[in-house]
């Protein structure tokens, strides 16, 4: 059996029985006989609204009339009939037909045209003729449906989740405290979080008995303010529910000549809080947690039981998500958390503009050729890098670190030996994106304006989910002037100062890369995780490389024929982004003369990639390895 069906039909029908009632009051009045009596014990939908919006007798009497005439012309015409010069219901028939004073027009303060129930229309003859809103028909019939002019812009929320750490029963308990003392409260919900604020809104209201009704952005130009407002708590009054606001809408929420709804919520920034005549609560919604998180994950996305729960644990982790965010990505119904993770860094707005692009790159471990040394520092940085977000959740750890949370990591050595590459492969290996910071960009000529833009830099969302790689770092944090001589001296002095106290403050992961260590400021190294010093690359180093780019551009066959001939390209010193440049001027090289790959070719280009650095290649070189 439907039961919410059954209860519809019940409601209709009792709502045609308490017509009929005032149908016989209307009779009796006509007929000068005595008045039915209102039941005891009995509800009457009509006798309810009244009590809502607080209206008089008079007032009920002439919407009970109207809602009569909305059914009957029958029993309209034997009401005009009463008054042969009216041709038309109008306050001052319906005064006449019940006994009142003579009532020409409603009062201006009368709740029926405050809130929009009873519409009067101007008639040539001075007098007013009066409609009734097809809602208060509607509702007084029965029928709980959203106003015709609210379509489209709002929406009942359904209750949502809901955490053990919320103190919601001592919340609810003090709204009633309120209510029951007649106040009218305004519930501030102090977060960024949008489904965060319904989900605590939606709870806070269940625990009253009612409902959210939430309110869509408007465009002002477009809407009567007020007339909205008016529509949104009469709506709010009729259905029980509670107004849901926005930040941009907050003024909704107040309207000095209607009494609003008693429980309103707002979200966003706190704005014209005890400006109302209303009982204003603040709540400061804390940010998700990592278990949180992992609950939503769990509550919106089936198939998280089947994920890999390593790679799980480590989205939750690595990416602070929070309610907003998880619901949405949950929509794109990721199939692993490397997919979610992919719908965050694609959802994560870049709040940085010129100041930093992505260098993101399908570089792996596989790809960096670099000391044994080198490779355990970086495999040192990837761990801290994934393991940082659990350490400092614990109370004890962050009270005793307050400053230097971060993970900052130098990585100095001369051109072409690996610094950028590690980067990129650092960022891949954490599925993060690499975000170059662009020094032209940052570094100003004008008084705190480089630290200003670090400090964005660092305050940027979108830096808080990716990998900071600063190349020649040293051009931010070079040696402070101790003889200081001029103006300019002191506040090259007081940019450094500021942007180390920055990035001490900062808790992301922050790669640099420097080809002059000795330039930088020790006070800078003092502050960093990690230094780490890249080398050129050895003879060994360089095989490996050699035969990897080319394996990569010619095949691997082909580079397992040149075996012999890259043990001997790779006895010449070379860093391996000169060895790289050298395959690919290799490639289009031997494309434009139509011949094989060769030694000589490769030998030839090195020389002229070497000497971009004044070392190129002497004759008696290119022949000592071609030989």
Known sequence: MNTATDQVKEEIKQSQSERDFWLSRLHANLEKKQLPDIENGKKYRLLELANIFGLNDFETD?????WICT??????FKILRTDNLTTHLSPLLVSKLYGYDLIHRLASESPLRLWGMVHEHEIVDGSVALTVDPQIISWLDGNNELDQYLVGKVSILPKSFQFESWNLPEIINGLKQYLDKGQRCRIFLDTDDNELAKAYATNIAAGLGLYILSINEVDSSTVDIP?????????AYLDHCSPYFSNKIHKISCNNSLISFPVQFLHGEITNIN???LKDIVINVEEITAAQRRKLWELNIEITKTWNKEEFEDLIWRFDTNADEIIKISKRNPK??????????ENTENDLNSLAQKSNSQFTRDDLIVSDSVQNRLEEIIFEARERARLWSNPEAARIFPQGRGLVSLFSGPPGSGKTMAAQVIANELGLD???IDLSSVVSKWVGETAENIQKILSSKMSQRAVLFFDEADALYSKRVDDVKTAQDKYSNMDSGHLMVAL????????????????IDPAFIRRIRHSVEFEKPTESARALIWSQVISGLFGKQEAQLMKNSINKLAMLEATGAQIKNTVLSCIFEIRRNNVNLNIETLAKLLSRELAKDGKGLSNRDIDSVIK
């Open 504 to 519: 001490e403050n900062y808790d992301g992961i922050v790669l640099m890369a420097t080809n002059l260590r000795a330039n």
């Open 275 to 277: 400006e109302c005549g």
């Open 434 to 436: 690499l975000l170059r």
């Open 227 to 235: 007339t909205f407002g008016m529509h949104i708590h009469r709506q």
């Open 62 to 66: 002439l919407l009970a009339t109207m």
């Open 71 to 76: 059914y009957s012309n029958v029993v309209k």
């Open 336 to 345: 692993s958390p490397k997919e979610a993770a992919k719908y965050i860094r």
